[in-house]
T-cell receptor, first 117, second 117 residues
Framework: AQKVTQAQTEISVVEKEDVTLDCVYETRDTTYYLFWYKQPPSGELVFLIRRNSFDEQNEISGRYSWNFQKSTSSFNFTITASQVVDSAVYFCALSDPDGGSQGNLIFGKGTKLSVKP | ETGVTQSPTHLIKTRGQQVTLRCSSQSGHNTVSWYQQALGQGPQFIFQYYREEENGRGNFPPRFSGLQFPNYSSELNVNALELDDSALYLC????????????????FGEGSRLTVL
């Protein structure tokens, strides 16, 4: 079964701390895509990254970095030197081969990150 | 570039009624996906439309139906509303990739929050 697990429901840190959000996935496919989205209080989900299953290189974008490990089926997200504006709910998602072609993703339940000043 | 817009932003219905939610996709995007997000949960894929036809469906009953128009805007219709239909309904647009099966980056609207009493 296709599944995404985000075990951390809520995380609270103080500004400038580093924080890692965990994501573990299950899939029967050999080719798949993983995503991270951010959902601020306004509601819309904001795309952060897409990673395909053949590319296990870690990626860094400013204060954000992602660690993809196929051996443990994990795709963790680290924010370095967190800021108050990082406060949001973060979702990890997996492409779903069933139900059509693009755009259908399986989301985890999300991790609510609160960054306090 | 115009982003994804959804209407209405909030609405209240009673059990058994019908509701229509609307979405204007981002300029140039030809694919629209709809998701249901219950409180405290991740979004769940309802269906996707491409070139005015349903192009994939999640595990939702037939009383959830949709339309896509020639200008790529879309509607989500829900008949015979139930209390469990209370949720944030998110629309996401994307551009179908040139490579078959490559999920594109989704651009989400801020959602329509439906409350069923």
């Amino acid at each position: 079964a296709q599944k995404v697990t985000q075990a951390q429901t809520e995380i609270s840190v103080v500004e400038k701390e580093d924080v890692t959000l965990d994501c573990v996935y299950e899939t029967r496919d050999t080719t798949y895509y993983l995503f991270w989205y951010k959902q601020p209080p306004s509601g819309e989900l904001v795309f952060l990254i897409r990673r395909n299953s053949f590319d296990e290189q870690n990626e860094i974008s400013g204060r954000y970095s992602w660690n993809f490990q196929k051996s443990t089926s994990s795709f963790n997200f680290t924010i370095t030197a967190s800021q108050v504006v990082d406060s949001a709910v973060y979702f990890c998602a997996l492409s779903d081969p069933d139900g059509g072609s693009q755009g259908n993703l399986i989301f985890g339940k999300g991790t609510k990150l609160s960054v306090k000043p | 570039e115009t982003g994804v817009t959804q209407s209405p932003t909030h609405l209240i219905k009673t059990r058994g009624q019908q509701v229509t939610l609307r979405c204007s996709s981002q300029s140039g995007h030809n694919t629209v996906s709809w998701y249901q997000q219950a409180l405290g949960q991740g979004p769940q894929f309802i269906f996707q439309y491409y070139r005015e036809e349903e192009n994939g469906r999640g595990n939702f009953p037939p009383r959830f139906s949709g339309l896509q128009f020639p200008n790529y805007s879309s509607e989500l219709n829900v008949n015979a509303l139930e209390l469990d239909d209370s949720a944030l309904y998110l629309c996401a647009s994307s551009l179908a990739g040139r490579l078959a099966g490559v999920p594109g980056e989704l651009f989400f609207g801020e959602g329509s929050r439906l409350t069923v009493l």
